[in-house]
């Protein structure tokens, strides 16, 4: 009966109500959250007379199309590149780290423990330490200022996270399961293919969700390894920032653009992203 | 025998990524150990030696001087008040209030964008313009009667990287939150039940028994976002351009290699940058790695 009666009293006791008080410093930190939003978003919406650094707070009058398209027209071959750079960056990213995170994780060969570690710490390095040799082997073999070359790096580098994100997803799935089907006579490929594959799924798209995100975001990647005309528009977006001429509104405009494709991820599959998120941090 | 045949096709399998791995990673990086010890400077490389002397000259450069002092202000900042706010945030969420996860999703969001991005939003918020042309969060203040807050923003002197650091801030303080969300929630009911039922008030069952169980995932927020300080680099470039007054090592980097030709010292700083980052790095890699073993 105690706890019944404790719940209860809990249940309508003053602390309850006080506690709703806490709604209020989180609805100060939303505002917080939201304000560049609303900049975006406000300046975007307004019309070309109604642009004006004085003015930049107020509501835009209705839902005008003038800035998102100008921006757009300045910046489409630019979210062009991106996409085009994105996907199969993506893509061949999370079949390389299915295929590692499978072999570190169920089919451990000697010295796989003592690898793990050296291809982790490859997520951590900052890519200064890396540049100029990038830089001179994209020379060499030709695809400096492609975009080739850029969806070849986000591969290369994006190693360390989609093999740990792979691996904790497969390292979760009993032994039992995969022994069962070396018992029934499957080998390496037919354990993958026919176990392990099919209940991939979830750990598919994390990893095809973070390394969209990332590529997408990335700048000294895109800035050091492609010409103006392959430029991915993180690279556009501060090239116009940057340039006296254009209008801070077409650059308010021109940045909801940039970050709508990773912003409808996460709002549809915020989920996803979080747990990529936190095997960054090794968070599994 | 077939067991045998799958050992081999598993290495075979792995080893491409390995190969990338220990060519672009560690090659690379020894690649770079080699440039910064030469003496390219210009378009053709020179690979002829120079030795720690670079070093002793990137070093004793007053302009890297600068950049390790942005980089201790603005990670001071950054980390400490990322730390913060995203442990206030989660202890807020964690009161089982309405609209909780509508919250969270708000506070993680700009995760999802980039720093140009948020750099070039906030660019525009932190206008230090004033008088006629006055905009952004100064036009806000003024408009709102808190004149004493208007300030100069990223062109303050000294404290100018502050600024940065507050739209760092705002762009991952989501990420510390989440981070600390996920401690609270492996503090058990059952634990925090029992306090209460010995007298704790709310505030001592988080000052003396949930803050102490979350010191390891401040550790690890600390280290990643410290690396993440040591890197930054976009958001200064959108904010700002590349000013002497908010340099960091990773702009010298970038302008020393690619706009003045000394590779040596591009390549310094790049090394410089690595190991900094390899000191917070591998003890925590080894930690994690370890722990993760004993489960």
Redesign the interface.
């Known amino acids: 009966m105690s706890s019944v009666s404790r719940s209860l009293r809990r249940r309508f006791s003053p ?1 309850l109500r006080w ?2 008080l ?2 209020i ?2 609805l100060l ?2 505002v ?5 939003m609303y ?2 978003l406000a300046t975007g919406f307004k019309s070309f007379a109604e642009v004006s ?2 003015t ?2 107020d509501l835009p009058s209705g839902l005008h199309m003038d800035n998102f398209a100008s921006a757009y027209a300045k910046l489409s071959p630019y979210l062009w590149n991106s996409l085009t750079m994105v996907i199969p960056a993506a893509v061949i990213s999370s079949i ?1 780290g299915s ?2 995170g499978f ?2 994780a169920k ?1 451990k ?1 000697r010295g796989a423990d003592l ?8 997520m ?11 830089v ?2 994209m020379k060499t073999i030709g695809l400096q200022g492609s975009l080739a070359g850029l969806v070849l790096a986000h591969v ?2 994006g ?2 996270i989609t ?1 740990l994100t792979f691996r904790n997803y497969y390292a979760g799935i009993p032994k039992e399961l995969v022994e069962a089907a070396r018992m029934d006579g499957a ?3 037919g354990v993958y293919r026919h176990i392990l594959l099919p209940i991939s799924v979830p750990a598919f798209v994390v990893v095809l969700i973070w390394q969209f ?1 990332s590529a ?5 990647f895109a800035v ?1 390894l492609t010409g103006s005309r392959n430029w991915p528009i ?1 690279v556009a ?2 090239n116009m ?2 340039s006296q001429i254009i209008a ?1 509104n077409e ?2 405009a ?2 909801f653009l ?2 709508l494709p ?2 409808l ?2 709002i549809f599959l ?1 989920r996803y ?2 747990r990529g ?2 095997a ?5 | 025998m ?1 067991k045998n ?3 081999i ?3 075979l ?2 080893s ?3 190969l ?2 220990a060519v ?6 020894g ?2 150990v080699r ?1 910064s010890l030469s003496q390219w400077k210009g378009l053709e ?1 020179n690979y002829d030696w120079a030795g720690f002397q670079n070093y002793i000259d990137l070093f004793s450069d007053p302009r890297f001087h600068i950049d390790i002092r942005n980089t201790l202000l603005f990670t001071l900042i950054f980390v400490g008040g990322s730390l913060i706010l995203g442990l ?2 989660a202890i ?2 964690d ?1 089982n ?3 909780e996860s509508f ?1 969270r ?21 932190m ?1 230090p313009a004033t008088g006629d ?4 969060f100064n ?2 203040f003024d ?1 709102l009667g808190l004149d004493f807050l208007i300030n100069q923003w990223h062109l303050t002197p000294t404290w100018g990287i502050a600024a940065i650091a507050l739209a760092a801030i ?1 762009q991952m303080s ?2 510390t939150m ?2 600390y969300l ?1 401690g609270l929630r492996s503090v058990s009911d059952e634990l925090r039940e029992a306090a209460r039922v010995d007298g704790a008030s ?1 505030f001592q069952i988080y000052a003396q028994i949930i803050l102490p169980m979350l010191r390891p995932v401040t550790l ?2 600390m280290i ?1 976002l410290g ?1 993440v300080s ?2 930054v ?2 958001l200064i ?2 904010v700002a ?1 590349k000013q002497l007054q908010l340099d960091v ?2 702009i010298y ?2 302008q020393t ?2 706009d003045g030709l000394f ?1 040596w010292r ?2 310094a ?3 410089v ?2 190991l900094s ?2 000191v917070l ?2 003890p ?3 930690y ?2 370890r722990t ?1 073993a004993e489960i």
């Open positions: 602390r506690k709703h806490l709604l410093p989180l930190l939303s917080f959250y939201l304000i560049p900049v975006m650094l004085q930049m707070w390389v295929v590692n072999v570190l089919w060969f690898i793990f570690p050296l291809i982790l710490f490859g951590f390095i900052p890519y200064q330490s890396i540049l100029i040799p990038l001179e082997f290369i580098y190693i360390p093999t080998g390496l490929l995100t997408w975001n990335d700048f000294l050091a993180t977006l501060n920032a940057g801070w650059q308010m021109g940045s940039a970050a990773t912003l991820v996460y915020g992203f979080l998120l936190l960054g941090a090794l968070k599994g | 077939t045949k799958d050992t096709l598993s290495i399998l792995v491409p990524s390995i990338a791995v672009f990673i560690y090659g690379f990086i690649w770079s440039v490389a206030g945030m807020l969420l009161q209030l309405p609209g919250f999703s708000l506070f993680l969001f700009p995760m999802a964008i980039s720093f140009i991005v948020t750099g070039v939003v906030w660019r525009w918020l206008n042309r006055i905009s952004g036009l806000l408009e705002w989501g990420y989440a981070l996920g709310e690890s927020a990643i690396h040591l890197k680099f976009d470039v959108a351009g090592p990773a980097m970038w290699t690619f590779y591009g390549a700083i790049g090394i940058l690595l980052v390899a790095i591998i925590y890699l080894i994690t790695l993760e």
